[in-house]
């Protein structure tokens, strides 16, 4: 019997084993193949968590040892063997009782002290922050610039060095805005305003995405926010005050703005592109979807589904739930869009930059 028993669990195990290697594998590439690190510190507020979180890992650690230690040493101490009499039926022990009741709560008082101190550390507001607002949509992100009057989309771009206000709220169902390499996670409430105050300690690109189930596209809802020094980031505010580039005539970007503005696509019934404007004064001002001024200039389409390729914004115009199945915008069929216009459209959203 005791045979069996093993045989089962070994065949379990063997089972168990190959396929946790696999779901533990797939965590370790997401958004495109990066990696989101908590340990891959870049800013104050990822820090002072991390700074919380190592100490109480390694107290739990010591724990788990000493805990599994005692048990395992039990179990083959006193393992019953054939022929030992039936031990004497205890109702337990009182010290031991007591004991193991005061020690934890001793344990969870002294970790609530630096607990309380990190979260009331990071929820008071630093002086004069940059402000970005956040909108969480299903399923993309929105990022306003109310002091520059411009909105972007899936993208957030802030100074390096200098403290930063995320303002956030959603439109339609609860979302968290979480890049654990900036600062922890934070819910998007709709009807509230919720906030994350962080400072970015170095350049570069960084990737975040909802960690709150938000519906089936909830996986694929990413972002990125871009780092730069003062003056890069200065000159990046000033393109998009520009807004979008005025295409040469006669040339097939010019033909992709009418492509824009026409029946067939409309795209502008759901999106706004700052300064386009198409010959009859119809004004590309929509808020639906996501804004498209200086597209092009964006490393992502769809929230992260897809890269930034002429190829893949084909496609994605093409029919954007072959990628990212349930969102809201809709499929353009070629009696809609002929591969011609298409193949404007793609050249005009491209160049705007």
């Not at 019953?80 to 004991?99: C, F």
């Not at 998007?188 to 089936?216: K, W």
């Not at 505010?237 to 703005?257: C, L, M, N």
């Not at 969102?327 to 009696?335: C, H, L």
Request: glycine share 8%; net charge negative; hydrophobic share 40%.
């Amino acid at each position: 019997m005791a045979d069996l028993i093993r045989c089962r669990r070994g065949i379990v195990l063997g089972t168990l084993a190959p396929l946790l290697t696999l779901v533990l594998a797939g965590c370790s590439g997401i958004t495109g193949g990066e990696v989101q690190s908590a340990n891959e510190l870049a800013g104050d507020n990822a820090r002072s968590i991390w700074n919380l979180f190592v100490p109480i890992f390694w107290l739990s650690v010591v724990i788990f040892v000493l805990v599994q230690g005692a048990l395992i040493y039990a179990v083959i101490k006193f393992r019953a063997k054939e022929g030992d009499p039936i031990p004497a039926q205890l109702h337990g022990n009182t010290k031991v009782e007591v004991a193991w009741t005061i020690a934890p709560a001793i344990i969870l008082a002294v970790i609530l002290v630096p607990t309380i101190t990190t979260i009331a550390s990071l929820a008071e507001e630093p002086d004069d922050p940059y402000v970005v607002d956040v909108v969480g949509h299903q399923w993309w992100w929105e990022f306003e610039y109310e002091d520059e009057g411009f909105k972007t989309g899936n993208v957030m771009h802030i100074p390096v060095d200098q403290p930063v206000e995320v303002r956030m709220t959603a439109s339609d169902v609860i979302h968290s805005f979480y890049a654990p390499n900036l600062f922890g996670k934070q819910d998007l409430i709709p009807g509230r305003t919720t906030h994350i105050y962080f400072t970015a300690e170095e350049t570069g690109e960084f990737y975040g995405q909802c960690y709150e189930f938000c519906g089936v596209q909830h996986a694929n809802m990413h972002f990125r926010i871009m780092v730069h020094e003062q003056d890069e980031f200065d000159e990046w505010i000033a393109s998009q005050q520009e807004g979008a580039i005025e295409p040469e005539p006669d040339t097939i970007e010019a033909e992709g703005k009418e492509v824009f503005f026409q029946q067939g696509a409309a795209c502008h019934a759901c999106h706004a592109i700052d300064g386009a404007v198409a010959e009859d004064g119809t004004e590309a001002v929509a808020e639906v979807g996501p804004n498209l001024t200086n597209l092009g200039d964006r490393p992502i389409l769809g929230a992260g589904s897809l890269e930034n390729t002429p190829e893949n914004l084909r496609d994605w115009i093409r029919d954007p739930h072959e990628s990212k199945p349930g969102n809201e915008m809709p499929a353009f069929s070629e009696s809609q869009i002929s591969d011609e216009d298409l193949d404007a459209l793609v050249a005009y959203l491209s160049s705007l930059r």
